[in-house]
């Protein structure tokens, strides 16, 4: 008989980036993910941009997807675990899902011993090799001080800036010239070298599983094209998620 737990993953949904309407209908797909996941799993990795933009004030939570943030109050409420890895678009966190709904935050990718295989895990953005240029933007806006400084702006102004600095940012990633190979696919493979048996990451939107050596490179997509979630248990596989699952 196994003691083995069973893993969720998800990557990339971008709350707030598209028409009211579509997130709308994206909305009530994670809801009913995350009450099926609830049910099925024993802990959820969310791997980054769960928002399209999120910056927290000290009293001030933003508007829109209370339900989501009900969702995964109720599921770590049931006792399990939520790790949430916070991505390019939704890092200007601070304490509310830590201290309100539960979740352990990361802001760098960790290491993980999941059922006996060793896992890498991270959103996935500043580790291609030429990514220098956002690196130092990402350090500039990760900077407690300045962080400090900008919550002090209105709420209704901050978020509006925080909203069309993530559409720059996609712009960026979008339109910067990675190479022709899969920069993620390449730092995986260092990973897997250095002895890690899967490493996980998001960012790309590029939806890969990709066998190397003894390791396993994954990348979860998004949620904007096809949503789908990770499962691992003694193996990893991908799945459609479905909301009538």
């Not at 190979?181 to 939107?205: C, P």
């Amino acid at each position: 008989m196994t003691n083995n737990k069973t893993y969720f993953f998800i990557s990339d949904i971008h709350l707030g980036l598209q028409s009211k309407e579509i997130e709308s209908v994206k909305e009530k797909r994670l809801v009913d993910f995350l009450s099926f996941a609830k049910d099925n799993c024993d802990e959820l990795f969310i791997i980054g941009d769960l928002f399209d933009y999120w910056f927290e004030y000290k009293r001030v939570v933003q508007k829109g997807f209370f339900k989501t943030l009900a969702a995964l109050a109720y599921f770590s409420e049931s006792g399990k675990k939520i790790h949430y890895f916070i991505g390019n678009h939704d890092f200007l966190h601070k304490d509310f899902f830590e201290k309100e709904i539960g979740v352990l935050l990361y802001h760098d990718a960790e290491e993980f011993l999941l059922n006996g295989k060793n896992f890498f895990i991270g959103h996935g953005d500043g580790l291609v090799q030429n990514d220098t240029g956002y690196n130092i933007l990402k350090k500039f806006m990760r900077n407690k001080i300045l962080q400090r400084l900008y919550s002090t702006i209105h709420p209704d102004i901050g978020v509006k800036i925080a909203s069309s600095t993530s559409k720059k940012s996609r712009d960026y990633t979008a339109h910067k010239n990675y190479g022709t190979g899969d920069g993620l696919f390449e730092t995986a493979k260092q990973k897997i070298n250095s002895g890690y048996d899967y490493v996980i990451f998001g960012h790309s939107h590029i939806r890969s599983f990709e066998k190397f050596n003894d390791g396993f490179y994954v990348n979860l997509g998004t949620w904007l094209d096809k949503p789908c979630y990770g499962k691992f248990i003694e193996s990893f596989e991908i799945i459609e998620w479905d909301q009538n699952d």
